[in-house]
Protein backbone atom coordinates (compact mmCIF):
# COMPACT_ATOMS: atom_id res chain seq x y z
CA UNK A 1 0.00 0.00 0.00
CA UNK A 2 0.72 3.48 -0.18
CA UNK A 3 0.52 6.46 2.12
CA UNK A 4 1.30 9.91 1.93
CA UNK A 5 2.00 11.91 4.95
CA UNK A 6 1.88 15.66 5.78
CA UNK A 7 3.56 17.89 8.25
CA UNK A 8 4.84 21.34 8.89
CA UNK A 9 0.93 23.15 9.05
CA UNK A 10 0.19 25.21 11.90
CA UNK A 11 -0.32 28.97 13.24
CA UNK A 12 2.10 31.55 11.84
CA UNK A 13 1.68 35.07 11.75
CA UNK A 14 1.48 37.50 8.97
CA UNK A 15 4.37 37.83 6.75
CA UNK A 16 5.79 34.57 8.32
CA UNK A 17 7.17 31.52 6.88
CA UNK A 18 6.60 27.70 7.16
CA UNK A 19 7.46 24.32 5.10
CA UNK A 20 5.28 21.86 4.49
CA UNK A 21 6.65 18.43 3.83
CA UNK A 22 4.87 15.51 2.51
CA UNK A 23 6.66 11.90 2.31
CA UNK A 24 5.28 8.52 -0.11
CA UNK A 25 5.93 5.89 1.35
CA UNK A 26 5.09 2.06 0.96
CA UNK A 27 5.15 -0.04 -2.20
CA UNK A 28 6.25 1.81 -4.65
CA UNK A 29 7.72 1.23 -8.54
CA UNK A 30 7.59 5.00 -9.58
CA UNK A 31 6.63 8.37 -8.44
CA UNK A 32 5.80 11.06 -11.13
CA UNK A 33 4.62 14.38 -10.48
CA UNK A 34 4.11 15.72 -7.20
CA UNK A 35 2.19 18.78 -5.63
CA UNK A 36 -0.21 20.55 -3.16
CA UNK A 37 -3.63 21.63 -3.58
CA UNK A 38 -5.40 23.65 -0.39
CA UNK A 39 -8.93 24.70 -0.01
CA UNK A 40 -9.77 27.38 2.12
CA UNK A 41 -13.07 27.82 4.33
CA UNK A 42 -15.89 28.35 1.98
CA UNK A 43 -13.97 27.51 -1.52
CA UNK A 44 -13.26 24.92 -3.53
CA UNK A 45 -9.76 22.85 -3.83
CA UNK A 46 -7.30 24.91 -5.86
CA UNK A 47 -3.97 23.77 -6.94
CA UNK A 48 -0.76 25.73 -4.69
CA UNK A 49 1.74 24.22 -6.89
CA UNK A 50 3.00 21.09 -8.39
CA UNK A 51 6.32 19.41 -9.78
CA UNK A 52 6.30 17.10 -12.59
CA UNK A 53 8.98 13.99 -12.52
CA UNK A 54 11.18 15.89 -14.85
CA UNK A 55 11.27 18.76 -13.00
CA UNK A 56 8.59 21.16 -14.54
CA UNK A 57 7.18 23.20 -11.87
CA UNK A 58 3.61 25.35 -12.32
CA UNK A 59 2.41 27.62 -9.41
CA UNK A 60 -1.23 29.55 -9.10
CA UNK A 61 -0.25 32.86 -9.50
CA UNK A 62 -1.65 34.37 -6.17
CA UNK A 63 1.80 32.21 -4.49
CA UNK A 64 4.11 32.47 -7.54
CA UNK A 65 6.91 34.68 -6.44
CA UNK A 66 6.44 33.67 -2.17
CA UNK A 67 5.67 29.61 -2.44
CA UNK A 68 8.69 27.72 -3.50
CA UNK A 69 7.73 23.82 -4.54
CA UNK A 70 10.53 21.52 -4.25
CA UNK A 71 11.19 17.27 -4.53
CA UNK A 72 13.64 14.78 -3.30
CA UNK A 73 12.99 11.99 -5.72
CA UNK A 74 15.74 9.30 -3.49
CA UNK A 75 13.22 10.36 -0.15
CA UNK A 76 9.75 10.64 -2.48
CA UNK A 77 9.23 13.74 -0.58
CA UNK A 78 7.84 17.05 -1.81
CA UNK A 79 8.38 19.93 0.29
CA UNK A 80 6.40 23.52 0.14
CA UNK A 81 8.60 26.22 1.45
CA UNK A 82 6.05 29.31 1.96
CA UNK A 83 7.14 32.86 3.06
CA UNK A 84 5.55 36.13 3.30
CA UNK A 85 2.21 34.39 3.97
CA UNK A 86 -1.04 36.41 4.09
CA UNK A 87 -4.10 35.80 6.00
CA UNK A 88 -5.82 34.61 2.61
CA UNK A 89 -3.19 31.73 2.48
CA UNK A 90 -5.21 29.95 5.09
CA UNK A 91 -5.93 26.73 4.42
CA UNK A 92 -5.77 23.17 4.48
CA UNK A 93 -3.32 22.08 1.95
CA UNK A 94 -3.29 18.46 1.09
CA UNK A 95 -0.59 16.66 -0.83
CA UNK A 96 -0.83 14.70 -3.96
CA UNK A 97 1.04 12.49 -6.36
CA UNK A 98 0.78 10.36 -9.55
CA UNK A 99 2.13 7.02 -7.94
CA UNK A 100 3.00 3.55 -9.75
CA UNK A 101 3.21 0.63 -7.32
CA UNK A 102 5.35 -2.30 -7.18
CA UNK A 103 2.50 -4.48 -7.73
CA UNK A 104 0.84 -2.60 -10.98
CA UNK A 105 1.24 -0.89 -14.01
CA UNK A 106 -0.87 2.48 -13.78
CA UNK A 107 -0.43 5.51 -12.57
CA UNK A 108 -2.64 6.16 -9.49
CA UNK A 109 -3.05 9.72 -8.04
CA UNK A 110 -2.88 9.76 -4.12
CA UNK A 111 -3.48 12.51 -1.49
CA UNK A 112 -2.77 13.23 1.72
CA UNK A 113 -4.67 13.54 4.42
CA UNK A 114 -4.51 17.63 4.79
CA UNK A 115 -2.56 19.57 6.97
CA UNK A 116 -3.78 23.04 8.17
CA UNK A 117 -2.19 26.44 7.56
CA UNK A 118 -3.30 29.91 9.47
CA UNK A 119 -1.96 32.72 8.89
CA UNK A 120 -3.37 35.19 11.22
CA UNK A 121 -1.89 37.76 13.93
Known amino acids: QVQLVESGGGLVQPGGSLRLSCAAS????????MGWYRQAPGKERELVARVGNGGKIDYTESVKGRFTISRDNAKNTVYLQMTSLKPEDTAVYYC???????????????WGKGTLVTVSS
Open 96 to 110: TAQIVMTTSLYVTNY
Open 26 to 33: GSIRNVNA
